[in-house]
């Protein structure tokens, strides 16, 4: 592909350093729709409230549904 963002940068799992999967992704979206706070998801998963804010609102892991 000729997009820059797509030959440039890995997204997700494939980012050396991320600490989330799909899968999770998936069961933080899951676990916000029926009424966790973004605290109580990001001390079970391990990462930072910010983290969870775009990860529930699809400013991350936009690729996953």
């Known amino acids: 592909?000729?997009?820059l963002s797509e030959r440039f940068y890995e997204?997700?799992?494939k980012v050396?350093?991320?600490k989330l999967t799909?899968?999770?992704v998936r069961h933080i979206r899951k676990l916000s729709?029926?009424?966790a706070s973004d605290s109580c998801l990001a001390s079970r998963f391990k990462v930072a409230?910010?983290?969870i804010?775009?990860?529930v609102r699809r400013k991350s892991w936009t690729h996953v549904e």
């Open 22 to 24: 799909e899968e999770k």
């Open 49 to 51: 409230r910010k983290t």
């Open 53 to 55: 804010w775009s990860v």
């Open 1 to 3: 592909s000729d997009n």
């Open 11 to 13: 997204k997700g799992e």
């Open 16 to 18: 050396y350093n991320a």
């Open 33 to 35: 729709s029926e009424g």
